[in-house]
Nanobody, 126 residues
Framework: QVQLVESGGGLVQAGGSLKLSCSAS????????MGWFRQAPGKEREFVAA????????TYGDSVKGRFTLSRDKIKNTSYLEMNSLKPEDTAVYYC???????????????????WGQGTQVTVSS
């Protein structure tokens, strides 16, 4: 059974950095793409970033462009979300998601991902 496990969340001051990791297990070939989403209390789930597993193409949500960088290690089946210049409005639970079906290439659409991690809390203090 496929499992996604996030790690690396925590509390950081505004302007600081954090690096989240998402490790996938239980699937022979890895995902077609892996995405990160976040959800703050009272707000809708927001697309953060995604990466195509074979080619490494990345795309980002407008609110994080230029501050966040997503990469992946195909050998370890792990993606890394490096978050710099963090702002209080980045505070949320961050979820990674894996698309193991490959039937829809829409990176920012949550319904194209079939497995999700449990989430990791990121809190940015002002």
């Amino acid at each position: 059974q496929v499992q996604l496990v996030e790690s690396g969340g925590g509390l950081v001051q505004a302007g600081g950095s954090l690096k989240l990791s998402c490790s996938a297990s239980g699937h022979t070939f890895g995902p077609y793409k892996m995405g990160w989403f976040r959800q703050a209390p009272g707000k809708e789930r927001e697309f953060v970033a995604a990466v195509s597993w074979s080619g490494g193409y990345t795309t980002y949500g407008d609110s994080v462009k230029g501050r966040f960088t997503l990469s992946r290690d195909k050998i370890k089946n792990t993606s890394y979300l490096e978050m710099n210049s963090l702002k209080p409005e980045d505070t949320a639970v961050y979820y990674c998601a894996g698309d193991f079906r490959g039937t829809d290439i829409q990176f920012s659409r949550p319904t194209t991902y079939d497995y999700w991690g449990q989430g990791t809390q990121v809190t940015v203090s002002s």
